[in-house]
C-alpha cells in the first residue's frame, strides 16, 4: 500500500495517499469500540464479525441503515465535525432496537468533496464513540473522494447496523389492547430530523448559530448540534426488566407518523398534551417560525425520542428500569380503541 500513488489520479482530484492517512488516524477511534465477536481489522474487503449465539435458539438478523440528514449543515457552517458521527450510529441503532435486537456492528460511508485526513477523523471519532455507546463494533466502512461531485469542505455521512434477536423474542404489537400505557423516554433535542424545516425558521449562518439563548442555556448552534441519544443501554434494561410490547422511534414524521408503525389498526395512541415534557429548542422553532402545533407534532420528536408500550401493572416497573440505565422516563398515555392512530388531547 505504501508504493500506491497515482500522479494522474491526484491531479484530477483524488489523492489516494490521503485516505490512507485518514485510516492511520483513526484507527485508534476504531479500537474503542472492538468487541467479543470482531474478527478482522480495517483494511480487508469485508468485515468479518462472529456471532455469540449463546441463549438464542432461533436467531434473526435485523439491520437498519440511515444518515444524518441536512443537519451535517449546521457541523459545516460551526465547523464541527466530531459528533455528527453518534447522529448517524443513533439513526440506525435506535431504529434497529424496536424490535427487541440487540445492535452487534456498525459500517459508515462518507463522500466528500475532498479528502483532509485529520477532518474525517474527527468525523469517525463521533462514529466511534456511537458505537461504544451503543455496544456495538464499528467493522469497516468506506470513504469516497467525489472532486466536482461536492464542493471540497462537504461530504455526507450514512451507515448501517445489523443487530440480532430470538425469533420468539421479537416484539409483538398484535399483544397489545386498549388500557396499556405509553411511557416516553426522553430525547436530548431536535435529534436528527426536521433539519430542513429548522434551517428554514433560523436562515442559519455563523452568527446566527453563534447566538445564545437564554432559554436554551446554549447558543442556537451548540444545541442544535446535540448529539442523538442512543437508547440501546436503557432499551436492553428494560427489555430484561418487563414484558415489552412495542417500542417507536420518534424520528421524521414526529408522533403522527412513527406511533403508529408499532401498532394494531384498532388501537391508537392518545397523549395528553400536558403530560409530554417539550424541550425549549422545540418552543423556540415554533415561536420563531409561528409553526401550527400539529405540524411541530408531526414534524420532531418534541422531546421524546422513544415510546415504549407495557402493560398498566408494568408502568412503574418500566419508568424505574429506564431511569436506572442513564434515561429520563415519564408515563405519556395509554391505548385506545380507535383507528386515529395518533390523538393528541
Given amino acids: 500500500m505504501n508504493n500506491s500513488f497515482s500522479e494522474s489520479y491526484k491531479k484530477a482530484g483524488v489523492d489516494?495517499?490521503?485516505g490512507y492517512k485518514s485510516v492511520e488516524l483513526m484507527k485508534q477511534h476504531i479500537a474503542r469500540t472492538m468487541v467479543p465477536g470482531v474478527l478482522s481489522g480495517i483494511g480487508g474487503f469485508g468485515?468479518?464479525?462472529?456471532?455469540?449465539?449463546?441463549?438464542i435458539s432461533k436467531p434473526v438478523l435485523v439491520s437498519g441503515t440511515d444518515g444524518v440528514g441536512t443537519k451535517i449543515k449546521i457541523a459545516f457552517i460551526m465547523d464541527k465535525h466530531d459528533t455528527v458521527g453518534i447522529d448517524c450510529v443513533a439513526m440506525?441503532?435506535?431504529?434497529?432496537?424496536c424490535c427487541g435486537a440487540k445492535p452487534q456492528f456498525f459500517l459508515d460511508y462518507i463522500a466528500c468533496g475532498k479528502n483532509i485526513p485529520e477532518k474525517i477523523a474527527d468525523i469517525v471519532s463521533g462514529v466511534a464513540e456511537g458505537c461504544v455507546q451503543a455496544q456495538c463494533a464499528l467493522i469497516g466502512g468506506e470513504t469516497a473522494e467525489h472532486p466536482g461531485l461536492m464542493p471540497e469542505d462537504e461530504y455526507d455521512l450514512a451507515g448501517f447496523s445489523v443487530g440480532v434477536v430470538d425469533k420468539d423474542k421479537i416484539l409483538k404489537p398484535d399483544t397489545q389492547k386498549a388500557g396499556d400505557v405509553l411511557i416516553a423516554i426522553k430525547s436530548s433535542g431536535v435529534h436528527s430530523n426536521g433539519f430542513s424545516l429548522v434551517r428554514s425558521v433560523f436562515d442559519v449562518?455563523?452568527?446566527?448559530l453563534n447566538m445564545h439563548f437564554d432559554d436554551l442555556g446554549a447558543t442556537l448552534g451548540e444545541t442544535l448540534l446535540t448529539p442523538t441519544r442512543i437508547y440501546v443501554k436503557a432499551v436492553m434494561s428494560l427489555l430484561d426488566a418487563v414484558n415489552v410490547k412495542s417500542i417507536s422511534h420518534i424520528t421524521g414524521g414526529g408522533f403522527y407518523e412513527n406511533i403508529p408503525r408499532s401498532l394494531p389498526a384498532n388501537l391508537a395512541a392518545k397523549i395528553e398534551r400536558n403530560a409530554v415534557q417539550v424541550l425549549p429548542i422545540f418552543d423556540l422553532i415554533k415561536r420563531s417560525g409561528d409553526i401550527p402545533e400539529r405540524d411541530m407534532?408531526?414534524?420532531f420528536n418534541m422531546g421524546v425520542g422513544m415510546v415504549v408500550c407495557v402493560d398498566k401493572n408494568d408502568a412503574d416497573k418500566a419508568v424505574a428500569a429506564i431511569k436506572a440505565a442513564g434515561e429520563n422516563a415519564y408515563v405519556l398515555g395509554e391505548l385506545v380503541e380507535s383507528e386515529e392512530g395518533v390523538i393528541i388531547c
Fill in 16 to 18: 489516494v495517499t490521503a
Fill in 297 to 299: 407534532f408531526n414534524t
Fill in 205 to 208: 449562518n455563523e452568527e446566527k
Fill in 47 to 55: 468485515g468479518l464479525f462472529e456471532l455469540d449465539l449463546t441463549g
Fill in 92 to 97: 440506525c441503532v435506535n431504529d434497529i432496537i
